[in-house]
């Protein structure tokens, strides 16, 4: 009886019925999380509030298949929770600080909060500068994108491997794409991204949508596609950029469609994109990072999906292999040869991009 309440509480009996789906075991296995769950709140273990465990929340429980899994995943939540409950309570604070100041009539430059502080004129602390809001920088950066759209150089990220991915990989994957996407329209001349294979119900479009939630959008300038890059853009023009394959990357073709896989590998480390390029017949090429770099001891070679755009972007900007692998994280570096020591030195260079692309041609 008692636990026929504490899930009438926490879950009702339609978000019970759209969690199991009619399953009696699923739903006998949910029953014993929930109770198992307020177990830990009664013994004072980090457990989130009921107000934040939402039925995708009770999804995931249900897929984790040890106790000890389900009590870390608590645990996390519950960090996370008080995180944002802290944040909001000194959001509030703030607010409530500003306008019983502003109550008062004692608005000054010294009395504003720290983000405040400016010069202030005449009539409502008019100021002669223009605000630039996050509305207007967006637009700007969305106007740039516009433009790869209409005369920039294409680029496919090939989203096709959520299948072979677990959820935490899912995730990391989402987030590398929203970082690749904001670092590609922030780049003085973009690329114009394609993102292929991208299932509207796989578990990584909807990771995605929760950073971009606006990339369905009809007028929000993002390319994306349930259709493969063989679909949408000549095959003799494709260049699949795969860690695994025998040939490097030499110079940037400006010409050339580069797909890059978006994969993270953290528990399956088979060459599913070299096996995809070599069954579709696709040229392929990888980053001659053993030419330039030298790795330090026991720190993989691997990069991640922004981290690779990164590197095309300057590649496509400079040509210069050495300034392009400076996204190359330095923890993965070893610092005693001559290579190591160029490369620091590109890296750390304050000369403006005009005056490095000169320095190169010349």
Not at 177 to 195: K, M, T
Not at 219 to 236: A, T, V, W
Not at 284 to 310: E, H
Request: glycine fraction near 4%; proline fraction near 4%.
């Amino acid at each position: 009886m008692v636990l026929l309440i504490i899930i009438t509480l926490l879950i009702p009996d339609r978000g019970l019925e759209a969690i199991t789906k009619g399953d009696k075991e699923l739903e006998h296995k949910l029953k014993v999380i929930i109770l198992e769950t307020e177990v830990l709140r009664q013994d004072g273990k980090s457990v989130p509030s009921n107000e934040y465990m939402t039925a995708e929340i009770w999804e995931n429980m249900l897929k984790l298949p040890s106790r000890s899994g389900r009590t870390k995943y608590l645990d996390f939540l519950f960090r996370t929770s008080k995180k944002k409950h802290n944040k909001l309570v000194k959001k509030l604070e703030k607010r409530k600080t500003y306008e019983e100041q502003l109550a008062n009539k004692k608005l000054s430059p010294k009395s504003l909060p720290i983000e405040e502080h400016a010069l202030k004129y005449g009539l409502s602390f008019n100021n002669i500068f223009i605000r630039f809001n996050d509305s207007t920088m967006n637009n700007f950066y969305n106007s740039r994108l516009i433009q790869a759209i209409q005369f920039g150089q294409k680029l496919a990220i090939d989203c096709g491997y959520d299948q072979n991915m677990t959820k935490r990989e899912n995730q990391y994957t989402a987030k590398q794409l929203n970082l690749l996407f904001a670092e590609n329209r922030c780049n003085h001349d973009p690329f114009d991204i394609h993102y292929v294979n991208l299932n509207k119900e796989s578990e990584l479009t909807k990771m995605f949508y929760k950073h971009v939630p606006t990339m369905f959008d009809k007028e929000f300038p993002m390319n994306s596609h349930e259709k493969s890059y063989l679909d949408l853009f000549p095959k003799q023009k494709l260049v699949y950029l795969t860690p695994h394959c025998r040939e490097e990357m030499g110079s940037f073709d400006h010409d050339a469609i580069y797909i890059v896989g978006a994969i993270v590998d953290k528990v399956n480390h088979e060459p599913l994109s070299l096996a995809k390029a070599k069954r579709e017949g696709i040229t392929m090429r990888k980053f001659p990072l053993d030419r330039y770099l030298q790795w330090g001891s026991g720190s993989g070679k691997s990069l991640t999906i922004n981290q690779c755009v990164a590197i095309l972007l300057d590649l496509k900007d400079t040509g210069n292999w050495n300034y392009a692998l400076r996204h190359v994280p330095r923890r993965k570096l070893s610092d005693t040869t001559t290579v190591s020591n160029n490369f620091k030195h590109s890296y750390n260079t304050p000369e403006s991009f005009s005056s490095r692309k000169k320095a190169y041609e010349a």
